[in-house]
């Protein structure tokens, strides 16, 4: 197959690399020049475990190149994957469609041929049709068909979600696009990884069921955490019994500092705005974004009573500001609630990230940027592990607590415990709904 992706971002690359992988011929096109200069040097311009290798190793075999130039790239194209941005539209939560819209026009344009041009952004119901319309306005006598094929990637694990998916969902109209689709996917149908082929609707809906129900998982656990914090239960137990419960499952039952990156704020938004667009509410996803900001507040509650009601004066070492680890995407991550909170306060504030450095110093200004959690923490009154990156999972605690001015730790992602941290001769330590180690 001949396959076309508009797009290098997370889920652009990603989709390009793994369909050259299948041995399919790509063409990956952005309009930053920067980003296709570097991926034609041999560069990623995301921080994603494993692209770089795959990447090259399918641009070695010729089955893998990018451009900047859309028209050269549809030459024998037989589908084309939109995989541009849709961010939450400034004032109204809904999904901005401009980059995809645009994305359509411009295939409109470029298309000589027969092509399947399939959606793989986020976006609302509806979309699909509006991609279709916009494609027939500027192309009145072009022979194409529309599909809906959101991704499931997960930042972090996106290679091994790619290849090995859970499921992908088809959404398609005609059997023409269903055979195209089907013989892109080949390799994932011949084994056995289960395709979900519905109507257009349904695979744009399943996108944001999906997205909005595990924030939901997330911000369920959160709610509990917090009571388990005023009741003396401890939230990794609670979430371990519960989550040994098939029906329930343990994933997406950590208890954190609030749920962030490029998806779940903006798809929770954009569906709650679809419910209000077609009166009917989606009342449990509106609850699940306000705690989420409730979530992130508590935490800065939690840093301040930490630092006896004034971040005035103090030094606070954060361990990690991306939105999860392995990756190094601060979209709406936490920190960029809980950072600011503390320069506002008066604190200078010390930041260690294996990755997020590069997105995060334009984000966080204001901060120092160190390599070292031995180095940041050295005369400073508070350690925050925000992220739980594999390199704040083994710390010295008691190299740690030796050099700090006062040892005291918030622990948001439940890391160590109250007798880590006591043993190691910490003084304060807090962590999310367990109970805190008495002072
Ligand atoms: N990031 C994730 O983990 C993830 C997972 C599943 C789904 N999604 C969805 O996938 C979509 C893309 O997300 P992302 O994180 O990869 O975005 P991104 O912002 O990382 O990348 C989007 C890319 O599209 C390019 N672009 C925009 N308009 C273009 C055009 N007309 N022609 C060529 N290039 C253009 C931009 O320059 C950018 O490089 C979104 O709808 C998102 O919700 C993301």
Same mark, same amino acid.
């Given at each position: 197959?001949?396959?076309?992706?508009?797009?290098?971002?997370?889920?652009g690359?990603?989709?390009?690399?793994?369909?050259?992988?299948?041995?399919?011929?790509?063409?990956?096109v952005?309009?930053?020049?920067?980003?296709?200069?570097?991926?034609?040097?041999?560069?990623?311009?995301?921080?994603e475990?494993?692209?770089?290798?795959?990447?090259?190793?399918?641009?070695?075999?010729?089955?893998?190149?990018?451009?900047?130039?859309?028209?050269?790239?549809?030459?024998?194209?037989?589908?084309?994957?939109?995989?541009?941005?849709?961010?939450?539209?400034?004032?109204?939560?809904?999904?901005d469609?401009?980059?995809?819209?645009?994305?359509?026009?411009e295939?409109?344009?470029?298309?000589?041929?027969?092509?399947?041009?399939?959606?793989?952004?986020?976006?609302?119901?509806?979309?699909n049709?509006?991609?279709?319309?916009?494609?027939?306005?500027t192309?009145?006598e072009?022979?194409?068909?529309?599909?809906?094929?959101p991704?499931?990637?997960?930042?972090?694990?996106?290679?091994?979600d790619?290849?090995?998916?859970?499921?992908?969902?088809?959404?398609?109209?005609?059997?023409?696009?269903a055979?195209?689709?089907?013989d892109?996917?080949?390799?994932?149908?011949?084994?056995?990884f289960p395709?979900?082929?519905t109507d257009?609707?349904?695979?744009?809906m399943i996108?944001?069921?999906?997205?909005?129900?595990?924030?939901?998982k997330?911000?369920?656990?959160?709610e509990?955490?917090?009571?388990?914090?005023?009741v003396?239960?401890?939230?990794?137990?609670?979430?371990?019994?519960?989550?040994?419960?098939?029906?329930?499952?343990?994933?997406f039952? =950590?208890?954190?500092?609030g749920?962030?990156?490029?998806?779940?704020?903006?798809d929770?938004?954009?569906?709650?705005?679809?419910? !209000?667009?077609?009166?009917?509410?989606?009342?449990?996803?509106e609850?699940? /974004?306000?705690?989420?900001e !409730?979530v992130?507040?508590?935490?800065?509650d939690?840093?301040?009573?930490?630092?006896?009601?004034?971040?005035?004066g103090?030094?606070?070492?954060i361990?990690?500001?991306?939105?999860?680890?392995?990756?190094?995407?601060?979209?709406?991550a936490?920190?960029?609630?809980?950072?600011?909170?503390?320069?506002g306060?008066?604190?200078?504030?010390?930041?260690?990230?294996p !990755?997020?450095?590069?997105?995060?110093?334009?984000l966080?200004?204001?901060?120092?940027?160190?390599d070292?959690?031995?180095?940041a923490?050295? =005369?400073?009154?508070?350690i925050?592990?925000m992220?739980?990156?594999?390199?704040?999972r083994?710390?010295?605690?008691?190299? /740690?607590?030796?050099?700090?001015?006062?040892?005291?730790?918030?622990?948001?992602?439940?890391?160590?415990?109250?007798?880590?941290a006591?043993?190691?001769g910490?003084?304060?330590?807090?962590?999310?709904?367990?109970?805190?180690?008495?002072?």
């Amino acid at each position: 197959m001949r396959i076309v992706v508009i797009g290098t971002g997370y889920v652009g690359l990603v989709s390009g690399v793994c369909f050259s992988d299948f041995g399919h011929d790509v063409v990956c096109v952005d309009k930053d020049a920067r980003k296709i200069d570097m991926l034609n040097s041999g560069k990623v311009p995301i921080f994603e475990p494993g692209l770089d290798q795959l990447m090259m190793r399918n641009v070695e075999a010729g089955r893998l190149r990018f451009t900047l130039d859309l028209n050269e790239a549809m030459e024998g194209a037989e589908a084309v994957f939109i995989a541009v941005g849709t961010p939450t539209r400034r004032g109204d939560g809904h999904a901005d469609l401009t980059y995809v819209m645009a994305a359509a026009q411009e295939v409109a344009k470029a298309a000589k041929d027969y092509i399947v041009v399939v959606t793989k952004s986020t976006v609302p119901v509806g979309t699909n049709r509006k991609v279709r319309e916009v494609m027939t306005e500027t192309a009145p006598e072009l022979d194409f068909d529309v599909a809906s094929n959101p991704e499931f990637l997960r930042e972090g694990a996106a290679i091994d979600d790619f290849m090995k998916p859970d499921r992908v969902v088809v959404g398609i109209e005609t059997e023409r696009a269903a055979k195209v689709m089907a013989d892109i996917y080949r390799p994932l149908y011949l084994r056995e990884f289960p395709i979900v082929v519905t109507d257009l609707e349904s695979a744009e809906m399943i996108k944001y069921a999906a997205n909005a129900f595990l924030a939901t998982k997330i911000t369920f656990i959160n709610e509990i955490a917090a009571l388990c914090e005023k009741v003396g239960a401890d939230v990794k137990q609670v979430s371990k019994g519960m989550g040994l419960d098939n029906r329930i499952g343990k994933k997406f039952l =950590h208890a954190g500092p609030g749920y962030g990156g490029s998806c779940f704020p903006k798809d929770t938004k954009a569906l709650a705005r679809i419910g !209000q667009e077609n009166a009917s509410p989606m009342m449990i996803t509106e609850a699940v /974004i306000a705690i989420n900001e !409730q979530v992130k507040r508590r935490m800065v509650d939690k840093l301040l009573e930490l630092c006896d009601g004034s971040f005035n004066g103090k030094t606070i070492a954060i361990m990690g500001v991306t939105f999860k680890p392995n990756t190094d995407d601060m979209r709406d991550a936490p920190s960029l609630t809980v950072v600011p909170a503390l320069l506002g306060g008066g604190a200078k504030v010390r930041v260690v990230d294996p !990755q997020g450095r590069h997105e995060g110093e334009h984000l966080l200004p204001g901060v120092e940027w160190l390599d070292d959690p031995y180095a940041a923490t050295e =005369h400073s009154d508070l350690i925050v592990i925000m992220t739980e990156w594999n390199e704040f999972r083994a710390l010295d605690l008691t190299r /740690i607590a030796g050099g700090m001015k006062t040892a005291r730790m918030a622990d948001l992602r439940n890391v160590y415990s109250a007798e880590d941290a006591r043993n190691a001769g910490f003084e304060a330590y807090s962590s999310i709904g367990r109970p805190d180690m008495a002072r």
